[in-house]
């Protein structure tokens, strides 16, 4: 059954601009698979490491900064796209260095600051960030001479980039170490008593979600052909975090269900509601009273408990009554 | 050889000295029963052991290997393990699950992230093994939510077993439960062999009395009697301290 679910979605994803047709639902489309990467890539520290952030777009940011600044200065694609995730990796072990000293509450104001850095200096180091104009680039990517130029074949570039994402972070949650992962996140103290290097276990978890909120950064840069200093802002940031937690934390569908239903309020639902925020602000309230694990384990749930109630109920038990 | 010696080991929180000037010696194989009152120090003294907490000075030695500025997860690897007073397990995961992250604790797999967990069917097996050394293979894939507290107290031994280690840290793991889950706990204990030394905190003096070889009362941090059964039970300070007279 999961499998032929499995087949059906890659079948629907794979063939979506065909029966879309209209080139600006692809690229809402392609929106959503470069903001599900980064909310999966999120989720790694969320999610499983229990670690709430609130810096990530600083690092999808470095990501997309440092590839334009590579285009502009003339390189390849191939060194693009090393150079922006070696920069990416670089920033979030300093980020994971400086962060990991804290735990909890002080975690996530460490991120914000450092996160905060990175707006600072792509709004004010106008030399090297162009400021607030941001920077442009005038080309895609065309691999193995394929021009990624027209929606569709930007989608599609994008899908298979997500679907190694996906397949990377099932792979990563079914392993030991995603099981070493989530075990510092439910009992660091047991873990240290039982020979685990938690520091270092969550510093490699934070260099991973880094890596895909680089990998994200990149292609939010080629999509775009341009990135300013709002891709990095703190709204940003807290943007891809609802993605996770509206979709259900430590999930592999949750955080793409998130990314899902905010491009969509966003880019969709805006041009028919003119506060979009509002009610994309109600339906976090609501998934926060009626399935506080996110969207996904609840409608799981949901969905059992419906099944339940249409299953024949077997006969209840008679009590015999005690003679008096 | 010693199989776990402290020497003038001394922690103090602030102004509150909790662990003062303490000295012990337990030999291989043997079976230490640490009794004290509230706030002797005891689960402190266990910190201090593990690497928990740091030592303000005094030297701790495993089987003669000084662990005093080791971090705490190096002592795992070098044959400590412990249990604790209140259980801290990984309540989502099923019992297997637990006590398989006790033996990944050990093993370099745990850095792998490519290699399927469930795959790992050696492994898995010793987890099933261990598990069935404490009596709980039945409930292997129960999540440990859905346990009792007894059976919870056995998957915190099993745990710690599952480590094989040299050196075993019981802190009072007759805690919470009924006289015969008491009963139970100790003929469990009784089955661990010789070459696993424990030395085991406990409150329960009818149940802790027959597993202890020797017996040491700490109190406000000190050593205050050292001896076996016989001894410390007839010493006159140990009766001051539980019975008051």
């Known amino acids: 059954m999961k499998r032929l679910a499995l087949a059906v979605a890659l079948v629907l994803l794979a063939s979506l601009p065909w029966w879309v047709g209209n080139s600006y639902y692809i690229n809402v489309a392609t929106q959503m698979l470069i903001y599900a990467i980064l909310a999966l890539g999120l989720n790694v520290l969320v999610g499983y490491a229990g670690l709430v952030t609130l810096g990530h777009a600083g690092l999808f940011g470095i990501a997309a900064y440092a590839g334009a600044t590579l285009v502009n200065a003339g390189h390849g694609h191939v060194v693009v796209t090393i150079g922006a995730l070696a920069a990416t990796l670089a920033v979030t072990a300093v980020f994971a260095v400086l962060a990991l000293r804290g735990t909890g509450l002080g975690f996530v104001m460490i991120t914000v600051a450092l996160g905060q850095i990175v707006w600072g200096i792509a709004y004010r180091w106008i030399s090297l960030t162009n400021g607030d104009n941001g920077v442009s680039i005038s080309a895609r990517p065309s691999p193995f001479g394929i021009s990624l130029l027209s929606a569709d074949a930007f989608y599609w570039a994008t899908l298979a980039v997500f679907l190694i994402a996906v397949a990377a972070m099932a792979i990563f949650v079914a392993s030991p170490f995603g099981a070493a992962v989530r075990g510092t996140r439910d009992q660091p103290r047991r873990m240290t008593a039982l020979g685990y290097n938690v520091w270092l276990t969550r510093f490699v978890a934070f260099l991973f979600s880094g890596f895909w909120s680089g990998v994200a950064g990149l292609l939010y840069l080629y999509y775009n052909q341009f990135v300013s200093p709002q891709a990095v802002a703190l709204s940003a940031s807290a943007e891809a975090l609802l993605m996770v937690i509206a979709g259900g934390t430590a999930t592999l569908l949750g955080p793409i269900a998130g990314a899902v239903l905010v491009i969509i309020m966003k880019y969709i639902a805006s041009a028919y509601i003119e506060r979009w925020n509002f009610v994309l602000g109600a339906i976090f309230v609501v998934i926060v009273i009626f399935m506080p694990e996110g969207l996904v384990p609840g409608s799981v749930r949901l969905w059992r408990w419906a099944i339940s109630l249409l299953r024949p109920q077997a006969p209840p038990v008679l009590r015999r009554e005690s003679g008096r | ?245």
């Open chain 2, 1 to 245: 050889m010693t199989a776990l010696a402290l020497h003038d080991l001394n922690k103090a929180f602030g102004g509150l000295r909790v662990t003062s000037s303490v000295n012990l010696v337990v030999e291989p194989g043997e079976r230490r029963l640490i009794i004290g009152p509230n706030g002797a120090g005891k689960t402190t003294l266990f910190n201090l052991i593990t690497g928990e907490l740091r030592a303000d000075a005094g030297r701790i030695m495993l089987f003669d290997r000084d662990l005093t500025g080791i971090a705490a997860r190096r002592r795992a690897h070098l044959g400590l393990a412990r249990t604790y007073q209140i259980i801290t397990l990984f309540p989502g995961e099923t019992l297997a699950r637990n006590v398989t992250l006790s033996l990944l604790g050990l093993s370099p797999l745990r850095w792998n992230p490519f290699v399927r967990l469930k795959g790992q069917h050696g492994l898995l097996a010793r987890a099933r093994e261990t598990l069935a050394r404490v009596g709980l293979d039945h409930l292997a894939d129960r999540p440990v939510g859905q346990t009792s507290y007894g059976e919870r107290r056995r998957v915190e031994i099993a745990m710690a077993l599952a480590q094989s280690p040299k050196v075993l840290l019981l802190d009072e793991p007759f805690a919470g439960l009924s006289v015969e889950e008491r009963r139970d706990v100790l003929a469990l204990i009784g089955t661990i062999p010789r070459d696993v030394t424990i030395v085991m905190i406990e409150h329960d003096m009818d149940v802790a009395l027959e597993f202890a070889e020797r017996i040491t009362v700490l109190h406000f941090g000190q050593v205050i009697v050292e001896g076996t059964r016989a001894e410390v039970v007839q010493h006159p300070r140990t009766r001051e301290i539980y019975l008051g007279e």
